[in-house]
């Protein structure tokens, strides 16, 4: 086919029929490749470049999974999925050239498809309906994200503010949320000046930035969901960076997710990368914390279980971090050792809206016992 004529519409390997352009998922995630779905059951993503191969064959497979990561590792090829490739992929056109140039230009997009058996694609399902079911849970906090206003687009007429490091830094200090979310969608390098406002000594004005940011992101991704997601990307490409040091960059991940879980959600277990660490492991354990909050399903998809031992740990503050996100996912497996922190008279302090509060290991610890336990009559 391909040969017959230089340009075409690219096509299903498995079936043969004409397929759309690839597109984001939905549900934002770290390293993405545009997905696409055929009629006939395929799944595909698009690397443009011809260079990331194997991302884009794992990112396959987890999507045609339903993004069950664990579901896809065990699978082999051949045995439970069939595999394909388009190559000399125009991204640009949605066209398969066959000369690998157009106008002057080098085509060497890839489109990689991957087709379950029809077997594992129904135990991937069930799967899937057994995490809907977990939802349910969630439900009040789903439909208070559902029902945010999507910002409304700019007036006829209107001429774009040009942002700069002071106007920002006057209206974070103001709590001006509304003024905020209007530059940042007439200058995108706003939200690139508000993190560099978390460079700042002073914990509580982190803090309060890093709040300001997630208040901010949860209205600008309701029209510009992007530029939210890349603003991630760098606080995540900052928190990794040796020689930077990460202030402030997890307190506003948490924040961004937590507030907008439906879309970043994906992005919620890339903050175990820096548990180990003592300069971001309360972020880290307040991050998941917070996100819990209002998507405990999330927390409870990622290794948690692997936070057990911090609740033996020497400091505080970490043993109180881990009480409040245990007890927010209603962590039953740990009850017990919960019930031996209850006589824990040390302090320590946690974010709540951006002001730092204290409160005692014991007191938590009480309240992560009494909401397990509403929890276990609630399924009776």
Not at 323 to 332: D, F, H, Q, S
Not at 334 to 346: G, I
């Amino acid at each position: 086919m391909a040969k017959q004529h230089s340009v075409v519409r690219p096509w299903c390997p498995f079936c043969g029929q004409t397929v759309g352009k690839p597109s984001h998922a939905p549900e934002r995630k770290m390293n993405e490749f545009p997905v696409g779905r055929c009629l006939c059951g395929a799944v595909y993503t698009c690397d443009a470049t011809g260079h990331n191969v194997g991302s884009a064959i794992v990112e396959t497979l987890v999507y045609a999974c339903n993004d069950n990561a664990d579901l896809a590792w065990e699978l082999l090829p051949d045995d439970d999925y069939l595999t394909g490739r388009i190559e000399n992929y125009d991204e640009d056109l949605n066209q398969v050239v066959a000369k690998k140039n157009l106008d002057g230009r080098s085509v060497r997009g890839i489109l990689y498809f991957i087709r379950l058996h029809t077997e594992i694609q129904d135990i991937a399902t069930r799967i899937k309906d057994k995490r809907v079911e977990a939802l349910q849970e969630a439900l009040p906090s789903l439909k208070a994200e559902m029902s945010l206003v999507i910002e409304p687009a700019p007036e006829k007429g209107h001429v774009p503010r040009k942002s700069n490091k002071r106007l920002v830094k006057q209206l974070v200090e103001e709590n001006d949320i509304d003024q905020l979310v209007g530059l940042c969608l007439d200058d995108k390098k706003t939200l690139r000046l508000m993190q560099r406002l978390l460079y700042d000594p002073d914990d509580s004005k982190r803090w309060h930035t890093a709040y300001m940011i997630g208040k901010v992101c949860q209205r600008v991704s309701t029209r510009d969901p992007g530029s939210v997601s890349d603003l991630l990307q760098r606080l995540f490409e900052a928190c990794s960076d040796s020689a930077a040091t990460p202030w402030g960059m997890v307190e506003s991940i948490g924040y961004i997710i937590s507030l907008r879980s439906d879309i970043f959600g994906a992005f919620a277990r890339y903050l175990y990368n820096y548990i180990g660490d003592n300069s971001t492991r309360n972020q880290v354990l307040w991050g998941l914390t917070e996100i819990a909050g209002n998507r405990s399903d999330i927390i409870r998809k990622t290794p948690f279980y692997n936070l057990f031992h911090y609740l033996q740990h020497p400091e505080a503050q970490v043993r109180g971090q881990v009480v409040r996100l245990l007890g927010r996912i209603k962590a039953t497996e740990a009850a017990v050792q919960l019930m031996e922190l209850t006589d824990d008279k040390e302090e320590f302090l946690y974010c709540v809206d951006g002001t730092l509060v204290s409160s005692t290991v014991a007191e938590v610890a009480v309240i992560a016992i009494q909401t397990i336990n509403e929890g276990q009559k609630n399924e009776q």
